[in-house]
């Protein structure tokens, strides 16, 4: 797979000061681009879900037919491509009957999936590891806790590795 985007969220506190990062790799060219922003105040979960509805609407903007979206957090992945169903057809409530968390950003990429899939885009969800080495997955994680944290960072755009 030649077009491959990394997202992560980070919140201090939790909730505390947030951050997300988001980068993007074109292995066959071997171009980076990153990407991140942050907030006051959020939890995790909702960094996590801000990173993928970032990347999902980066891909909205591509040109590229084929992606596959890699994230350490099994929480947005179950989300959007299991649990999503239930919760649909309970009308947003999750197996314990309570309203689901987070549930507008998750309503919001599941319409951003639905976008990608009419434009006949091919998405593949990925579970990495975090912490483990991972070149890319390392990055973003690095983005998102620096700018939870305040710190500036000079960001990749379009640039060889």
Same mark, same amino acid.
């Given at each position: 797979?030649?077009?491959?985007?990394?997202c992560?969220?980070?919140?201090?506190?939790?909730?505390?000061?947030?951050?997300? #990062?988001?980068?993007?790799?074109?292995?066959?060219?071997?171009?980076?681009?990153?990407?991140?922003?942050a907030?006051?105040?959020?939890?995790?979960?909702?960094?996590? $879900?801000?990173?993928?509805?970032?990347?999902?609407?980066?891909?909205?903007?591509?040109?590229?037919? $084929?992606?596959?979206?890699?994230?350490?957090?099994?929480?947005?992945?179950?989300?959007?491509?299991?649990?999503?169903k #239930?919760?649909?057809?309970?009308?947003?409530?999750?197996?314990?009957?309570?309203?689901?968390?987070?549930?507008?950003?998750?309503?919001?990429?599941?319409?951003?999936?639905?976008?990608?899939?009419?434009?006949?885009i091919?998405?593949?969800?990925?579970?990495?590891?975090?912490?483990?080495?991972?070149?890319?997955n390392?990055?973003?994680?690095?983005?998102?806790?620096?700018?939870?944290?305040?710190?500036?960072?000079?960001?990749?755009?379009?640039?060889?590795?």
């Amino acid at each position: 797979m030649s077009k491959i985007i990394y997202c992560d969220g980070s919140s201090l506190g939790n909730p505390g000061k947030a951050g997300f #990062g988001v980068v993007a790799v074109d292995t066959e060219k071997k171009l980076v681009w990153e990407y991140g922003g942050a907030t006051k105040v959020a939890t995790n979960n909702q960094m996590e $879900l801000a990173a993928c509805i970032f990347a999902l609407k980066l891909i909205l903007k591509s040109t590229g037919k $084929l992606f596959e979206l890699r994230l350490d957090s099994k929480y947005v992945i179950q989300g959007v491509t299991e649990w999503s169903k #239930g919760w649909i057809k309970n009308g947003w409530r999750n197996s314990q009957k309570k309203e689901v968390m987070n549930k507008g950003q998750f309503k919001e990429i599941l319409n951003l999936v639905e976008l990608i899939e009419d434009a006949k885009i091919k998405l593949k969800w990925t579970h990495v590891y975090g912490h483990q080495g991972e070149k890319w997955n390392e990055r973003v994680d690095e983005i998102a806790r620096g700018l939870a944290a305040g710190e500036k960072l000079d960001l990749r755009k379009g640039e060889k590795y």
